[in-house]
């Protein structure tokens, strides 16, 4: 697993379980009834699974692979360095 997995897997467990809480607190200080209880903690639960998910693809979207992404386009643009450091190349 490399270190863009692990941030992207654990920053979404992350903001999924305070999704979670954020919307299953509302039944702990309403007095609800057992029904809206569980249409609150599935609305939760669902909410946090979809977080997880945005955030997911969000943080491995953001790392390109090698040789993809805007910063490719870039290398491929720029002319090649001198074989030898501190001197020109020939034809500049």
Known sequence: ???EIGFALVSGAVLAAAAFL?????SVYLD???TAEHVVFTSGAVVAAVVFVAR??????GFPRR???PTAR??????????QPGRTSPDS
């Open 1 to 3: 697993m490399t270190v």
């Open 32 to 34: 609800l009834s057992r």
């Open 22 to 26: 954020a919307i299953g607190a509302t």
């Open 56 to 61: 997911l693809v969000d943080v491995l979207w």
């Open 67 to 69: 040789g993809r992404g």
């Open 74 to 83: 870039l290398r491929r643009q720029t002319p090649p360095q001198p074989s």
